[in-house]
């Protein structure tokens, strides 16, 4: 039998109430993560990809309305007591958040901030909870860790700091790890150590890693399976290896000849901009942007369907598919 996932998203829904009208970030996600695998979440700024996770940790301001069902490890998140999610957070599920100039506090030493999380979800005394910070740096490839736990953040490189925030998303052996897009400041040297440190903790601690970039190239390097997202919703999901050789939605196209190549040639970008989530489209909406739009395009909104080993939302696919369009 298969095991149970570990995070597991049903209609999951966000929206911001603003004085012209809901802005619908999050429209309906699904998503099951297993143990241990890694699932790329990608689309464009503005797609829903870190609201979702946010939302998922209960990181949004309270104004936030959210619905649907988010469980990790079987607990129900969405609608708990804050005192329930303060707990899974941290301890099952924790987050490597984007920038971590930002997330550390600038007046406190590094080790006394990992010995916060620490002591917050485990009865440990302070010595044994410093002693287990140096380690969590010394796991992450920080050297001489025992002198930088004393060290402030600005006497950190943004590499270093993205180690440090690792760390500290790593101190309670979580079962769910959300990195959001934690490579995106950093030059493509350190890019590479910085995956190569999420993988391996992946490996060791047998983590679910949900890894939110708009990088497909930084996806190709680590996923398991890949979530596209458009508007607040899922148009694919597909395993790596299927999503770039065969998509099967025209976003994902796009978003695929997108890429910079060798050689020279011109990047082929996609026209237009997302929609106002403001008063999102009906039915599909890609269909603006998309150079396959057709009328049925625009009755319905269509949900995830398998087909040819993936699932998509685009109506059109079969078609598409026959016509050598993807």
């Known amino acids: 039998m298969p095991e149970e996932p570990v995070l597991s998203l049903a209609d999951f829904r966000v929206s911001f109430p603003t004085d012209d009208g809901d802005v ?23 797609s829903g990809k870190s609201v979702t996770f946010l939302g998922v940790m209960g990181l949004l301001p309270k104004s936030a309305k959210i619905t649907g069902s988010a469980k990790v ?13 303060r707990s899974v957070r941290g301890e099952n599920i924790a987050m490597i958040f984007q920038d971590p100039l930002s997330a550390l506090n600038p007046v406190l030493r590094i080790g006394p901030q990992i010995v916060e999380m620490i002591q917050s979800h485990r009865s440990m005394s302070k010595s044994a909870a410093s002693e287990h910070a140096i380690e969590l740096l010394d796991l992450v490839g920080i050297p001489q860790p025992k002198t930088r736990a004393r060290q402030y953040p600005h006497e950190f490189s943004g590499g270093m700091r993205q180690r440090v925030m690792i760390a500290m998303a790593i101190a309670n052996d979580p079962k769910v790890l959300i990195a959001d897009e934690p ?16 993988q391996r903790i992946q490996r060791e601690l047998q983590a679910a890693v949900v890894f939110i970039t708009h990088d497909l190239g930084v996806i190709a390097r680590v996923a398991d399976r890949v979530q596209v997202m458009y508007a607040g919703r899922a148009v694919e999901r597909a395993d790596i290896d299927h999503l770039f050789v065969k998509p099967t939605h025209p976003y994902t196209r796009g978003l695929l000849d997108s890429l910079p190549a060798l050689g020279g040639e011109r990047l082929k970008p996609i026209a237009g901009a997302p929609p106002n989530m403001l008063n999102p489209p009906s039915g599909c909406a890609f269909r603006a942007r998309c150079t396959h739009a057709a009328p049925q395009c625009a ?8 087909f040819n080993g993936s699932e998509t939302a685009c109506v059109r696919i079969q078609e598409l598919v026959t016509e050598g369009a993807l």
């Open 24 to 46: 619908l970030a999050v429209r309906g996600v699904d998503l099951d993560v297993g143990p241990g695998e890694l699932v790329g979440i990608v689309g464009e700024s503005g």
């Open 73 to 85: 490890m079987g607990q129900q998140l969405v609608g708990a007591k804050k005192e329930v999610i």
């Open 183 to 198: 490579t995106t400041a950093l030059d493509v040297t350190v890019q590479a150590q910085i995956l190569e440190v999420i």
């Open 299 to 306: 009755h319905g909104e269509m949900a995830l369907v398998a």
